[in-house]
């Protein structure tokens, strides 16, 4: 009789635990850095063994649907600056697990054949006919970079923006036809590996430093999916690291295969998932 009702209350309580998640919805930005990232995770996870979805999206999205739980995770997030205000309203309801890259380079870039060298040299003047490619509203780089062009006074520049290929286009084309081109520009970036582009100096110091891409995840995640969430936090690129994957992204056009002939490379570097 004792061991039938032991019996009975272990069926009773495995039925009411909750089954583990195994599946993890990932969001991702739209550039070369949040596209590879992402890939990276998604491949660990899979090893991890889980099923995973990637869904690109607004960078302003990605705060508000992790913390509406319509997603679970995501490498693209910038902090702590140009996110300030999407981290003011939802932080309470997410995890950091802390920066997953190096710490971004942030300014303007020029041809590298182009008269300037300072960004104040373009006070009152009418370079690339006041226009700066930027990608897309929200992202870190235009953010911060309106921030900076307020405080050089540059008001009458305009930041045109668009997404992460036409970005490329842009700069591509520019360069191409030897346009006097200025470019609202982060490294490591895929753009910035171009050695026909330099940086115009920060002289006024105006550009934010320390903004780094961090792991966000949803409030919840510890518990439905742990093993995720480090797998998650093992994913920490240095600027060597970084520059090596969008190397490996521009010389392959499948992002899968570029990732993996990353991952092969650097096999030591995920311990948590099991190794590569």
């Excluded at 930005?29 to 979805?53: K, S």
Aim: proline share 4%; glycine share 8%; hydrophobic share 40%.
């Amino acid at each position: 009789m004792k061991h039938g009702l032991l019996l009975m209350l272990t069926l009773l309580l495995s039925a009411c635990s909750p089954e583990p998640q195994q599946h993890i919805r990932l969001l991702s930005g739209d550039w070369d850095t949040a596209r590879a990232t992402t890939e990276l995770a998604r491949l660990e996870l899979e090893q991890a063994g889980f099923a995973v979805t990637v869904e690109q999206v607004a960078p302003g999205q990605i705060w508000s649907r992790l913390a509406a739980g319509e997603g679970d995770a995501s490498l693209s997030a910038w902090l702590p600056d140009s996110s300030r205000h999407h981290a003011e309203r939802f932080f309470d309801r997410l995890h950091d697990l802390g920066p997953n890259g190096p710490v971004l380079k942030l300014g303007l870039a020029v041809p590298a054949s182009a008269p300037l060298t300072r960004i104040s040299e373009l006070v009152g003047s009418d370079y690339g006919d006041h226009r700066i490619v930027g990608i897309m509203p929200g992202h870190g780089s235009l953010v911060l970079t309106e921030q900076a062009l307020a405080r050089y006074t540059l008001d009458d520049y305009q930041l045109l923006s668009g997404s992460g290929e036409a970005y490329k286009h842009l700069v591509n084309t520019a360069i191409e036809q030897q346009l006097p081109v200025l470019i609202a520009a982060w490294s490591p970036s895929r753009v910035m590996l171009n050695d026909k582009l330099k940086w115009l100096q920060d002289d006024q110091a105006y550009f934010a430093t320390g903004e780094r891409s961090h792991t966000l995840v949803r409030r919840g995640l510890e518990d439905s999916a742990p093993k995720a969430m480090e797998v998650l936090r093992q994913i920490r690129l240095n600027g060597e690291q970084m520059t090596r994957l969008l190397h490996q992204v521009a010389t392959e056009a499948d992002l899968t295969l570029a990732v993996n002939e990353w991952r092969r490379a650097e096999a030591t570097l995920f311990s948590a998932s099991g190794g590569n």
